[in-house]
Structures are given as C-alpha cells and as structure tokens.
C-alpha cells in the first residue's frame, strides 16, 4: 500500500523542517509534527528510501541531521516554496550572469511536476522583468567565472586573476592581479567584486565580466574589515567617488527658478527647498562638477549658483564649450 495523502503531507512537512535548521532533536521533531517519535523514525526512513541523506546523531538529545548527498533526490516543494521558486526564476532574465535560457527550462520542469491548484497560482502570476534603463545593456557574466568568484570569497582564498585594461588606461597590457576577495554584488546591471588589492594596498571594485580567474588560488586569509561594515554604503560611495562616507564628492548649492514641486519631481537624491511660488533651492551631489552642472542643467530655467567655487567655475567653462559648439563649423 501506497503513502496516504495524510502521510505525504507530514513527510513534506518533516522535510521542510530538516532544511530549515541543522541538527533537530527527535523528541521536538515529534512534538512540532504532532506524531509519536516512533513515526518520526519511520518516516525519516521514507526519506531515506527516496533518496535524502539523514543521519541520525546520539547524545542527550538525539535527533537527525539532512546532509549533503551524492545524487539529486526529488525534490519537494511546500505551497510557499514552490511559488517563491517560480518567482525568482523568472526574475533570474534579470542577473547578467548567462543563465536566461537555463532558468526558462527550470521554471517550466518545475511547472510540470507541480500539482494543477499550484500551476494554477503560478499561470497566474506572470511577472516581466524589466532591466533598469541603461545608456547600453549590461555586460552578461560567464556563470563559471560568477561560481569562482563566488567560491574564492566562501573559501577566503586569494584570488589570482587577469584583468584586462579599461577604456581610460593606456591599454599596456596589465599584470595578473593578486586580491582577497570579499563580496560579489550587483549594480547597475552589471556584476562587480569588492576585493582587497595586495599590489596596491587599498579596496577595490572590480567588474567581473573583466575577470578570468587563475588556477591555483592562492593562500587563505583572515577578511579585513570593509570600511564602513556596511557593503551597500560602501559600493554606493565608491561609485559616487567619494572618501567612503556614502555622500557625493562633489555638492552644490543653486537657486532655480522654478517652483520646488517642479524640481524635486526630477530629483532623487537632491534637498529642494521652496523659496517662493517660483522659485527653489536646490543642493545637489554629484560624482564630478562637470557632471553636477550638467545634471542640473537639465532642467530649463534661469540658474543661480549659491556655491562652491568650483562649481562657478564649471558653469562658466561649460558656457564656454557650448557657445563655441554653437558658433563652430562641423569639420567632416
């Protein structure tokens, strides 16, 4: 005779339980299952029979243990996980890492093998995943190169690794790097890893679609604290060019007339502050003056700088720059 449903139900559940934690005491197993510990004893050998490494452990509380196996035994889903699966691999068109088209055929294994009131959830829930608007598409990333990096920053191991010169560098040919890697993130589109620089001695953000990983890693080491301890904080204030505060390297303060509402539509990280009807304040941040002005030159109004300096100074060679791209005749 066959698993009843009831039975089934408790070996999912009982499974969902193994996963959540390491080791589980075979009393409290009993106890959160409803079911004597003699039926817990039975169904972790179902499990066994099907194929799921569980071993048992002795001592004052003895219970089991999931473990890693050999081979892939079924895999079973509850409700919740079954539909937080088919959400991320959709979303996973998304990850630059190379994995669309294997995602789209796990998404549609695991819809196959899915009971028809669960498939039904799933056909109902369709998301498109939309990449955020970029000047161009973000690089896609070889999944091995993602899996060692991955593995490099799991196992603390020094990564050795070639990395090619960028567009602004003199385009010589550049050693291999040597880093300990630290965390691999996302932004932007794209994939980048936060590593310590041996050769230059400083914390680094390296785009891994420029990686390609040496054989051997080097030694392990002891992670240095990121500064900051925060890695969010810390990405975004390198790529805002700042000292690792998290705030722009270069802010301003401008008058623009127009009223606050108007500009603090358009403005993400900016202060606006309602000076009149029409007209605002607005300090504003930004990775270089050049690009400070031109982001708020973007918007089509009369323009008082209040400060820096250098922000002045910026406006007026702009001004300049434009005036003569007005007057010029294109050299074709």
């Avoid at 603390?156 to 090619?164: K, S, T």
């Avoid at 080491?221 to 900051?228: K, Q, V």
Wanted: hydrophobic share 45%; with cysteine.
């Amino acid at each position: 005779m066959g698993i009843v449903p009831k039975t089934s139900a408790r070996l999912l559940a009982l499974l969902s339980m193994l996963q959540a934690r390491r080791d589980w005491p075979g009393a409290l197993l009993a106890e959160r299952l409803d079911v004597s510990p003699r039926t817990v004893r039975r169904d972790v050998d179902r499990l066994r029979e099907l194929g799921y490494p569980i071993v048992a452990f002795k001592g004052p509380d003895g219970g089991y243990r999931l473990e890693a196996g050999t081979e892939l035994p079924p895999l079973l889903f509850d409700d919740e996980q079954a539909v937080a699966l088919a959400i991320a691999l959709q979303l996973a068109e998304t990850a630059g890492a190379g994995i669309e088209e294997a995602a789209a055929r796990a998404l549609n294994t695991v819809r196959q093998v899915m009971p028809a009131r669960l498939r039904r959830r799933i056909d109902t829930l369709q998301v498109t995943a939309v990449r955020r608007p970029v000047s161009r598409p973000g690089p896609h990333v070889d999944a091995g190169v993602l899996m060692a990096l991955s593995a490099a920053v799991h196992a603390r191991e020094v990564l050795r690794f070639d990395y090619p010169p960028g567009p602004g560098d003199d385009g010589v040919p550049a050693p291999p790097r040597r880093a300990e890697p630290h965390h691999l993130v996302t932004w932007g589109g794209r994939w980048y890893l936060i590593a310590w620089d041996l050769d230059r001695e400083d914390w680094r953000i390296f785009r891994a679609d420029r990686i390609t990983p040496r054989t051997p890693a080097g030694p392990r080491f002891t992670p240095r604290e990121l500064p900051g301890g925060d890695v969010a904080a810390f990405v975004i204030s390198k790529f805002r060019g700042s000292d690792g505060t998290g705030d722009w390297s270069c802010r301003g303060e401008v008058i623009i007339d127009l009223p606050a509402a108007a500009v603090s539509r358009y403005t993400r990280d900016g202060v606006v502050e309602a000076l009149d009807p029409n007209r605002c304040r607005l300090i504003l941040g930004s990775w270089s003056w050049p690009g400070l002005a031109a982001a708020i030159g973007v918007f089509d109004a009369d323009i008082e700088v209040v400060g820096p300096d250098e922000l002045k100074e910026v406006f007026a060679r702009l001004a300049r720059r434009y005036a003569r791209a007005a007057t010029a005749t294109p050299q074709l």
